[in-house]
C-alpha cells in the first residue's frame, strides 16, 4: 500500500462532504487527522490509516447512517462488516474497491435508494440478507468467482429486473431473490445443485425458467406466486417437489412432471388456472391435498396405475374437468376432493359417489 500520507489527504477529500452524515466513532478517527497538508514524516499516520481500513470490517459499522448519500470503500479493505451499511436509506450509490473478499450478512439490507452495485471479483460468496430490501436496485453485477448466493440475499429487491447467477455458483439460499417483483429473467448455470426454500416465489414478473440438469429437487414454495411464469423446464435429475412448488402460477400452461418425482405434494399447482395439460409419472403413488386445486384449465388428467391416494381438496375448483381415470390401487381418496368439478360426467360423478361416498364430491 502507498504511503500512509497522500493515502490519508485523498480520503479525507473524498469524506469531508460526508461529514456530518458519518457515525460518530468515525468522525472521531477523522478529527484526528492533522490539520491542512499531511507530512510524509507526521507520526501516527500509520495507525491511523488502519483505524480506518479496520473500521469497515466492524459489524454495523455505518448502519442507520440515513443522510449517507454515497461512499467509496477505500483501497486496503478486504472485508465488509456483517450490516455495515445497514438502514443507510439515503446510500444510492458505494464503490467497492478490487481487494475485497469477502461482504458480510446485512451489508446493504434496506438501502432503498441504492440503484446498482458492482462486487468485485475475489468475492466468493453474497452472504445472507446482503441486500435485503434494496427497493431500488436495478442492476447487480455478480461476478464469476461467486460460488454461493445466501438467504434471502435479494429478497423485495422489487426494481430488479434481471440476473445472471455466475457459472461456478451451485446454491441459491431461501427466498434468495423471494419478492422480486420485477424480475423478468433469470440465467441459472448448469452446475447448480439446489435452489432453497422460495427462492423466487413472488417474483410476479418472471415469465420463463430452466431449471438446470443436476438439481435433484424443487423445494417448498420455490416459485410461489409467479403469476406470469408459463413456462418451466424441469429436468429428469429432479426427483422431488416441494409443496406449494408453483402455487398461484395463473400462467403456467403446462408442465411435465419427471419421471423420478413419486409424490405430488399438497398445494403444489394450488391456483394454477391456466394449467391445461400435465403429464404425471407412473412412480406417483400419492397426490397430496389441495394439489391442483383451482386448476380452473384442466381438462383432463392421467393418474397413474400405481397411485394409491388422492388427498382432500385434491382437485377441488377444477370445473374444466371432463375425464378423470381412477386405478384400482387408489385405497383413499381425501373429503371434498372432486368438489366443484362441474365439468365431470354424470356417470362418472354418480360412480365415484357409490364407491367413495358423497364427502369426496
Known amino acids: 500500500m502507498r504511503n500512509a500520507a497522500p493515502w490519508l489527504s485523498d480520503f479525507r477529500r473524498q469524506m469531508k462532504p460526508q461529514y456530518a452524515a458519518l457515525p460518530s466513532g468515525f468522525r472521531a478517527i477523522l478529527d484526528r487527522l492533522p490539520d491542512g497538508e499531511l507530512s510524509e514524516t507526521a507520526s501516527g499516520l500509520d495507525s491511523l490509516r488502519d483505524e480506518i481500513l479496520a473500521f469497515y470490517e466492524n459489524a ?6 440515513s443522510n449517507l448519500t454515497s461512499i467509496v470503500v477505500p483501497e486496503g479493505v478486504t472485508r465488509i462488516g456483517d450490516g455495515a451499511f445497514a438502514g443507510c436509506s439515503s446510500l444510492a450509490s ?5 481487494g475485497v473478499r469477502d461482504i458480510g450478512k446485512n451489508t446493504f439490507s434496506y438501502c432503498s435508494t441504492l440503484t446498482s452495485v458492482v462486487i468485485p471479483q475475489g468475492v466468493t460468496g453474497i452472504a445472507d440478507y446482503t441486500f435485503f430490501g434494496c427497493a431500488s436496485l ?8 461467486v460460488t454461493g448466493i445466501g438467504r ?3 429478497s423485495h429487491c422489487s426494481t430488479l429486473t ?9 446454491s441459491i439460499g431461501d427466498e434468495a431473490f423471494a419478492g422480486c417483483s420485477s424480475l423478468v429473467s433469470v440465467v441459472i448455470p448448469p452446475g447448480l445443485a439446489g435452489i432453497g426454500k422460495g427462492a423466487f416465489a413472488g417474483c410476479s414478473s418472471l415469465v420463463s425458467v430452466v431449471v438446470p440438469k443436476g438439481v435433484t429437487r424443487i423445494e417448498r414454495e420455490t416459485f410461489k406466486g409467479c403469476c406470469s411464469l408459463a413456462s418451466i423446464a424441469v429436468p429428469e435429475s429432479v426427483v ?6 408453483f402455487h398461484g402460477c395463473s400462467s403456467l400452461t403446462s408442465i411435465v412432471v419427471p419421471q423420478g418425482v413419486t409424490g405430488i405434494e399438497s398445494g403444489v399447482f394450488f391456483g394454477c388456472s391456466s394449467l391445461a395439460s400435465i403429464v404425471i409419472p407412473q412412480g406417483v403413488t400419492g397426490i397430496g391435498k389441495n394439489a391442483f386445486n383451482y386448476c380452473s384449465s384442466l381438462a ?4 397413474p396405475q400405481g397411485l394409491t391416494e388422492i388427498g382432500e381438496w385434491a382437485f377441488h375448483g377444477c370445473p374444466s374437468l371432463e375425464s378423470v381415470d381412477i386405478p384400482p390401487g387408489v385405497g383413499s381418496i381425501g373429503d371434498h376432493a372432486f368438489l366443484g368439478c362441474d365439468g365431470l360426467p354424470e356417470s362418472l360423478v354418480r360412480a365415484i359417489g357409490e364407491k367413495w361416498g358423497s364427502r369426496v364430491l
Open 60 to 65: 454495523d459499522a455505518f448502519r442507520d447512517c
Open 94 to 98: 458505494v464503490v467497492i474497491p478490487r
Open 138 to 145: 436495478v442492476s447487480i453485477a455478480v461476478p464469476a468467482s
Open 152 to 154: 434471502n440475499a435479494f
Open 162 to 170: 434481471s440476473v445472471v447467477v455466475p457459472q461456478g455458483v451451485t
Open 240 to 245: 422431488g417437489i416441494g409443496a406449494g412448488a
Open 300 to 303: 383432463a388428467i392421467a393418474i
